[in-house]
């Protein structure tokens, strides 16, 4: 098992930043690739971000690229997720994912065993 626990969320003005971050315990933390989803209301859970458990391989979202930036330190079994240029339609809960799967399913909440409670980050306009 690996827990995941979400911290970082907040309000924060259009145009601001925010770092998100997910202290994971339990298994071994660095044999984890490890992702970012978010969901809006009314809205269905969407991948952000993915991290591979070593070395530096990630993958973005279309919608977050150039302005979000996902990054782990292995030895503080804490992945993060940096996020600038914040815009309204950022405003979600942001969830923190563990996976053993194959890269080419990150984008894919499916894939994930292993999820956070959550943290709330709102954007305002």
């Known amino acids: 098992q690996v827990q995941l626990v979400e911290s970082g969320g907040g309000l924060v003005q259009a145009g601001g930043s925010l770092r998100l971050s997910c202290a994971a315990s339990?298994?071994?933390?660095?044999?984890?690739?490890m992702a970012w989803f978010r969901q809006a209301p009314g809205k269905e859970r969407e991948f952000v971000a993915a991290i591979a458990w070593i070395g530096s391989s990630s993958l973005y979202a279309d919608s977050v690229k150039g302005r979000f930036t996902i990054s782990r330190d292995n030895a503080k079994n804490t992945v993060y997720l940096q996020m600038n240029s914040l815009k309204p339609e950022d405003t979600a809960i942001y969830y923190c994912a563990a996976t053993s799967g194959d890269s080419s399913w990150w984008y894919n909440k499916n894939a994930y065993p292993y999820w956070g409670q959550g943290t709330q980050v709102t954007v305002s306009s």
């Open positions: 339990g298994r071994t933390f660095s044999r984890y690739a």
